[in-house]
């Protein structure tokens, strides 16, 4: 019989969270990318929380998906330069 782990206390549980959410972005592009990533983040984040009647685990395999991230950022920042470019 193995013998019995030490739980881990809080502190040590919040660190592990925060070393795993943090090594994508220190792993990646830097500021420009994650810059760049966060409306398509954003959209899918809320898409995930209110999901559509019938789309919950299509909202579900999303969240996190860094093709869908990127793909709902390019459409946003597209519309983004289209509404400037007509506004100037």
């Known amino acids: ?32 990318w994650l810059l760049f990533r966060a409306p398509g983040q954003l959209f899918l984040w809320l898409e995930y929380l209110f999901p559509s009647k019938g789309r919950v685990l299509v909202s579900a395999r999303q969240k996190g998906h860094v093709v869908a991230e990127v ?18």
């Open 1 to 32: 019989m193995a013998p019995r782990q030490k739980p881990k206390t809080l502190r040590q549980v919040k660190a592990d969270f925060l070393d795993e959410q943090y090594d994508a972005v220190e792993d990646k592009r830097g500021l420009f």
């Open 71 to 88: 793909w709902y950022s390019l459409v946003f920042w597209a519309v983004v330069i289209f509404v400037l470019y007509k506004l100037l």
